[in-house]
């Protein structure tokens, strides 16, 4: 698509099917973190994470917590917040934020990388939910360095604005760089948002992902699994979770 046109219903297809979930014909999922917002379901290759670059603390740290619980070293980074709202003798928190370049509180990718490892890992988690913030600063994060970590949980943002073509590019550029090195294989929307409609296709403003690394699973097809699956729980445990069996 030109970034200058406005993109069309086909255009906006194309884009939802990079993030079609594909299954894994060796791996399971697992569900870790807290039963609602704050848990991430992930293939189970995550569980032999003995690192964790983990951008965006917030209020909950559930996931870090249960991987620190099974001797990964967390590395933690949040500029908006003090510290980590839960302690663990795993945790390293850094008030500093993901940005483009490292200036003033904010770390370029290839920083947070050199920090990782410094930790001399031997599987690593990247998981970032950055509240919008993660398609500018995808844009200057090495391919080789993503490569490196066998699994990526994320959350993306602001799916409302795909009609603006500059926006929707950037969308885009993101999904293909995450889809370089891995497969995306498990796909939530958080009920917190809404459901719009971008060219007549129903999207939910905000969408939980996890991917996992080419070379560490077969993916024969797209996957059959309902969603939300067994294993995912509404992010706000009062609202009903958003169905997105047509994905």
């Known amino acids: 698509m030109n970034p200058t046109n406005k993109p069309v219903q086909n255009d906006v297809l194309n884009l939802v099917k990079m993030i079609k979930p594909w299954a894994m014909r060796g791996s399971t999922k697992v569900r870790l973190g807290n039963a609602y917002d ?3 379901v992930m293939p189970a290759q995550v569980l032999n994470c003995d690192a964790v670059v983990s951008i965006g603390v917030g209020p909950d740290v559930s996931l870090d917590y249960a991987l620190a619980e099974r001797g990964a070293k967390i590395l933690q980074f949040d500029h908006t917040v003090d510290g980590t709202p839960q302690q663990h003798p795993n945790f390293i928190f850094a008030k500093l934020g993901w940005g483009r ?3 003033g509180n904010l770390l370029s990718f290839d920083d947070i990388f050199a920090r990782l490892l410094a930790l001399n890992p031997k599987r690593a988690l990247l998981k970032f939910d950055i509240e919008g913030g993660e398609y500018e600063v995808l844009e200057t994060a090495k391919p080789e360095h993503l490569a ?4 990526i949980a994320c959350e993306v943002h602001d799916f409302e604005r795909l009609g603006d073509p500059v926006f929707f590019d950037r969308v ?4 293909e760089k995450l889809g370089m090195h891995h497969m995306p294989v498990h796909l939530h929307a958080n009920n917190y948002q809404s459901v719009v409609l971008v060219e ?3 999207i939910p403003k905000v969408l939980e992902l996890s991917y996992l690394r080419k070379d560490l699973d077969h993916f024969p097809t797209y996957s059959s699994d309902p969603i939300p699956g067994p294993l995912d729980r509404p992010n706000c445990p009062v609202v009903p979770d958003i169905v997105m069996n047509p994905f």
Not at 148 to 151: A, E, I, M, R, T
């Open 172 to 175: 885009r550029r993101t999904f």
């Open 148 to 151: 490196f970590f066998d699994v």
């Open 101 to 103: 370049v490292t200036e």
């Open 200 to 202: 007549g296709v129903p």
């Open 38 to 40: 704050g848990g991430y």
